[in-house]
């Protein structure tokens, strides 16, 4: 270290600067003083990004000289932004195919978890067939329970941050009631429709989520995704409709049960664009930080489970149980799940199949949610969309406790094409694309 070197004034983050001004210490000093100033007192980026910003104009008022200096500091400055050994550009080349794979990783992950969804849900009626609203209950408290669990244990380990813990509860309020009214709209509409009607009016979900992301996140989507999605709907729609009588049985259900359906959907379209709101304010709030998956679950399961309590009498009249006698239906079905009772010979499978259905299920709320996070709700969309027509071919498959396996549509193989083809116009990104992921990042 040269003699010129001082110790400079640490009495405050504006100590550099009164101290050039007042002695107008010259270049090589000055250098030597900022130098010595950053290496042993370690400023902050705040003061990092003053020191850049102040230091020429001030080497220039005692000086003359601040060119020169103002160049050295942006050279180690662009010498420090670049990526060390190991480390990713963050703006393309690797990072981006990083980004990409990751989001198609999630995306596989959520549609085997989505496939497996739809069977364990069909399995696990198979003991609690006379017992779906026991069902549905039971999931909802589990979930609870089970996420508050999880959430208190990632807390302890230091994963969750206090400050994840104090963003505002109001949006979580909004999720539980906007899932427990598609859940109630849902569930009146399905007790009037065939099962084959319903995953076609689901495709409605797709249309939905589009429109609230433009409206609300101000999202804009390139033509070869708007295309991509209406002909994932046009091949599922195929691929259930094709030999089901879909098409007469909602017109035998009436138009006001499938509106009603229709509505269920934009419930849960809408509570999904909300949580894709409260990722993106919350990595705001938390200065680039990433709100754990666990504090959306399982804040929002518990408003979700408070609101089907208020929602209780509605519902259960739903599933033709008057109110008055519910608490002997919940003790049925409760000993049904557990297989015990003089009502344990028609609840073969169970517990083993309803938990398996509840682990199931919560793997996959977890699995679409984190796709949420890292892309967005619409292709979130895409991949639970795409679980249907491969539920339709395993069920095709010898499973246990099903019987005899249903056969395929007859247009089943033209609408999984249709639905490829769609996926594959989503994720297409035209050359002059300003993106380099249309599948991460819609625009």
């Not at 010129?4 to 405050?12: I, M, V």
């Not at 009436?254 to 849960?268: A, D, E, K, T």
């Not at 938390?286 to 399982?298: P, T």
């Amino acid at each position: 270290m040269t003699p010129l070197c001082r110790r400079l004034p640490t009495a405050g983050a504006a100590s550099p600067f009164v101290h050039i001004r007042r002695q107008h210490t010259s270049p090589p000093a000055a250098i030597c003083d900022i130098r010595r100033f950053h290496q042993t007192e370690q400023p902050g980026f705040a003061l990092r990004v003053r020191l850049r910003r102040h230091l020429p104009v001030l080497l220039a008022e005692a000086t003359g000289h601040g060119g020169a200096w103002e160049r050295s500091v942006e050279g180690e400055e662009e010498e420090n932004a670049r990526p060390r050994v190991g480390e990713l550009e963050p703006a393309s080349g690797r990072g981006s195919v990083n980004r990409t794979a990751e989001v198609v990783a999630a995306a596989a992950v959520t549609v085997v978890m989505g496939v497996g969804n739809r069977v364990m849900y069909k399995l696990a009626l198979v003991p609690l067939k006379q017992y779906p609203f026991f069902l549905a209950q039971l999931a909802t408290i589990g979930y609870v329970i089970v996420y508050f669990s999880i959430l208190y244990i990632r807390y302890r380990t230091g994963i969750v941050t206090d400050e994840m813990l104090s963003v505002p509860k109001t949006p979580f309020l909004f999720v539980g009631l906007l899932e427990a009214l598609g859940a109630a709209t849902g569930m009146a509409a399905g007790a009037m429709l065939s099962g084959a009607s319903i995953p076609i009016l689901s495709q409605t979900f797709l249309v939905w989520q589009i429109f609230l992301s433009i409206v609300f996140l101000g999202r804009r989507y390139k033509v070869n995704q708007l295309l991509g999605c209406f002909l994932v709907t046009v091949g599922v729609i195929i691929t259930v409709a094709s030999g089901s009588g879909a098409g007469k049985s909602l017109k035998e259900a009436g138009i006001f049960w499938s509106l009603l359906m229709i509505v269920s959907f934009l419930f849960q379209a809408a509570d999904t664009v909300l949580k894709e709101v409260i990722f993106l304010d919350a990595t705001r709030k938390l200065k680039g930080g990433s709100l754990d998956l666990f504090v959306v679950n399982s804040f929002g399961s518990a408003f979700q489970a408070l609101f089907i309590c208020l929602l209780l009498p509605f519902l259960s009249r739903l599933w033709g149980i008057p109110f008055s006698q519910l608490p002997n239906y919940l003790k049925d079905g409760a000993a049904c799940f557990l297989n015990v009772g003089t009502l344990s010979s028609g609840c073969d499978g169970a517990p083993l199949l309803p938990l398996l259905f509840i682990i199931v299920n919560m793997g996959f709320n977890i699995s679409l949610l984190h796709l949420l996070k890292i892309s967005s709700a619409v292709v979130s969309c895409l991949a639970s969309t795409f679980a249907v027509p491969i539920s339709i071919y395993v069920f095709t498959l010898p499973l246990p406790y099903l019987g005899i396996a249903s056969s395929l549509p007859t247009g089943f193989l033209a609408g999984a094409i249709i639905l490829i083809m769609g996926l594959l116009i989503y994720t297409w990104t035209p050359s002059n694309g300003s993106s380099n992921s249309s599948l991460a990042a819609p625009t």
